[in-house]
Nanobody
């Protein structure tokens, strides 16, 4: 599976962004999907995950209630809708696939190239 993340940009605090992750490969619908982020000088951290069916989701406490993850297996895409953005959300965001439904980045094997999100205060 190859992943391509897009949709990042510069937004003011309180604003919204919609990140997309397009996947190639026939087995996309077999994988759980996750979003992670990494700010300068910090470790990569979990943001959200969704099961292969889309029926279950997980969120980091820091984004719960503000971010929504969804997927469309027919279009091989996963979306992260980010609302009420804060300056601390500034990071490079990555999408990734895993055979396990987990928050651990070590369980994810295919990664997209990342898209920069910058939130100005």
């Amino acid at each position: 599976v190859q992943l391509q993340a897009s949709g990042g940009g510069l937004v003011q605090a309180g604003g919204s962004l919609r990140l997309s992750c397009a996947a190639s490969g026939r087995t996309f619908s077999s994988y759980h999907l996750g979003w992670f982020r990494q700010a300068p000088g910090k470790e990569r951290e979990f943001v959200a995950a969704i099961t292969w069916s889309g029926r279950s989701t997980l969120y980091a406490d820091s984004v719960k209630g503000r971010f929504t993850i969804s997927r469309d297996n027919a279009k091989n895409t996963v979306v992260l809708q980010m609302n009420s953005l804060k300056s601390e959300d500034t990071a490079v965001y990555y999408c990734a696939t895993s055979a396990r439904y987990t928050k651990s980045p070590y369980e994810y094997d295919y990664w997209g190239q990342g898209t920069q999100v910058t939130v100005s205060s």
